[in-house]
């Protein structure tokens, strides 16, 4: 289920996608998710569903704007190919960072002029780098190239430089390269990891670049209440290109933010399908819960991430069990000890300690941070409505 405010229209396209529902000024998508739940509740049917408030990624575009004021965003298609994002984004003038041939042909299709797209995939398929008209002399003599060099990312949840850059010692023996070949090197780009931590990675790696065009890569926080805040970041990096880069240098200033516009969009509601009261060493008493839904599914990035998700339980509200999984605003109802995926064998425990009292079915949780598409073996996808 997307919301979006001024938008109707029903769709039943590859990714799942049910409905368009339109929402007044003010107007919760958390409603929605109610709605659903007890529409569901009176049937036959729990699966577990997704709502999506299209309306976030409009407000987090302009807060990126307005945060950022020089640097030009360019979402980061891999974090989220459905065509509603891609369609609300098109409009808003925002680049798109591609990572394979099928999602530039997928933002090619909306009418997105070439000059809003860069194939920034720092390890690319030679059949991708010749339809994309970017790379070294063999394939594209006229490229513009941006090496992606090494950035302090030590501190981030995600680091890359295992992965990806150049170490700045190495860095002239590739321009060296380059000018041999005939090839213009316009710019620099880094990445100081996703979910970054400290600010002061972003002003390092600033300082390290000299060149007309700089990408900041991705790394911004965007869920409510993370740390650091995304206003921080901002600041350091505003002041960063203030003194390596002020204006009228003539330099072009880029990023690549995925989560940042894709954090507080989802939400996600599960059933609990079972219960199960154990008791541990010292005879405390704990209950196990089953869910349709878990780490072989939308929540496989809860295991990289070291802070805890907090669920809402909706219970008081409705006579079913479900569990919902908010986007913003959680607020913690009832404890939840631990949940285990059916069917797999494997555990599941994506919040803190705590109890759902009563019954046998389950109730409703919702928790931030969905997009993954992967399946559960025996348990249907859960459906975009």
Known sequence: MSTHRGARGRDLGPLGLKELIALGPGEPAWQEVLRKIQELSQSDHRDPFMVADLHELASHHQAFGQALPRVWPFYSVKCSSSPWVLRVLAPLGTGFDCASQV?????????????????????????????????????HTGARLVPWILAEDSKSRFPLNTKFGASLEACGHLLTTARDLGLAVVGASFHVGSDCQPPQSFAQAIADCCCVLLDLGGGFPGAEGSQPKFEEMASVINAALAQDFPEGTGVEV???????????????????????????????????????????????????????????????VLSDDWLVFPARALHLLHELHLQWLPACGRSLCPGPPAQVSGGVGGRALRRSHQGLKSEVPGQPRPFLL
């Not at 009418?111 to 994309?132: D, T």
């Not at 079972?274 to 209950?287: F, I, Q």
């Not at 196990?288 to 929540?299: A, C, K, P, Q, V």
Request: aromatic share 8%; with cysteine.
């Open 254 to 316: 880029i990023a690549e933010p995925g989560r940042f516009y894709m954090a507080p969009v989802c939400t996600a509601a599960v059933n609990i399908i079972r219960k199960k009261a154990v008791l541990e060493p010292g005879g405390r008493g704990k209950l196990l819960y089953y869910l349709n839904e878990g780490w072989d599914g939308s929540f496989r990035i809860f295991l990289r991430e070291p802070v805890p998700r907090t669920p809402i339980v909706v219970k008081e």
């Open 103 to 139: 999602e530039l042909e997928q933002v090619l299709s909306l009418g997105v002029a070439p000059a809003r797209i860069i194939f920034a995939n720092p390890c690319k398929a030679s059949i991708h780098i010749q339809y994309a008209l970017t790379k070294v002399a063999q394939h």
